[in-house]
């Protein structure tokens, strides 16, 4: 039986198996919906991943991941925007919905995260062409503040919109309630997005209580203190009815688990708590 | 030779000394300025601490700290505004320029942030007039969003802001600059502040790249990220010149090393990248 409107981020089970064996997993639990990383799909080959991907008719709700833009010099720079061009076209091989972009965080030696930020979206525009062309909508998403040094100077709903607002057509945003869900602005940004037709994706799992790693101890949904339904309902009152993502790194739990376990964790609480 | 306008919060020489032997390590390398904890002070007596203060002529730029309003019952939302009332009274003993506020996360069990919010919100309310009466300054800080659940449900000096238009006068903001540095609206928060004549307080230390735990790995000015000069221009910008309070929480590094090299560490930072 399918399980509609769950898609499974592969970084989820990325210590237990490579794409094609996900896949499988994932088809035999009825998940028909996917996103993986671009590490996933180089390991097995692009042509192999789009070859999964067409002939089990999957969704792919997006590539993960373009973005790293800021650099300390212009080479630096250059070589990001090339690299995000290459994962427009992959996303475009895959059919993935949109193109995640973790936007980057400070250049090597620097403290300035307003020019950080000015690279950010000097970068996404420099790559916005090639993406519009290629019908590829790329989709911001705002990380975490405690990101912000290392990994994405965007770090709320309403400074990924204002570059939307900036750029025009071709940007969205992906919502990831891991990331957001402490704002004290996070309902009307989220009905903003909405408004302005920006929401691209929707990531969940869920934000332990003590949280022991800041980048690999995500919750599965359910296990911590985010109101999934309260913001799932933002997010279809603003819109978005796609699919809700599942995206979980977990050292030291989940990822140590039997996958099919994980999987199946996944749509029980996709099920019942989000 | 004393060492004008640096304070020590004296939880970073928690692990080394009691409070007694703490505002003896700071006379001694010129610091006239400390902010210590509730249970620093409670360690050698209310009393004592108070002697201590007045017969060093000591200026205490805050006491840590009152707060943690939200509970899951109206007997704990009780006992919370009683402890904080406590703390007053406290920082009035010591002289405190004012009583720092780490308003509590969500209660146990509760996934509801915005009905939380409200509770800090009805917390500082209920303590306020008590603080007029005493003439003590409540001085809210947001904490990082990583705290959100556990620590506090502040976490932008733009919620803090709104928290202060909406109680009046005898609440302010102790802006921190490990809470707020990655804040896009940041720049405008602390202009805010000031026009509001608000900002009660300024915490220093640093954002370490990587940072390895979410409490206790907090940086020497210098040593991470944070445009420490270009935040202290800005709140010099928007008004206040008090004093700048250091306050590193670091297990694992600055709370193992001898307390003398600490502030001698501290003072050094001061006068270099502060």
Redesign the interface.
Known sequence: MPVEGLSINLATVRQQWDMRQAVDACLAQGITAIAPWRDQVAKIGLDEAARLVANNDLKVTGLCRGGMFPAADPAGRAAAIDDNKRAIDEACTLRADCLVLVVGG?PET????VHA?EMVADGIAAILPHARAAGMPLAIEPL???Y???RA?V??L??ALDICELLGDGVGVAIDVYHV????DLARQIARAGAMGRILAHHICD?L???RD?LLDRGMMGD????LK?IRAMIEAAGFHGHQEVEIFSAENWWKRPGEEVLATCVERFRTVC
């Open positions: 400070l620097s403290r300035d995260i930020r975490h503040p405690m912000a040094a290392d100077c770090n709320t309403a400074q869900w402490w704002d004290p934000w209580v003590p949280t800041l911590g203190v985010i109101d309260g």
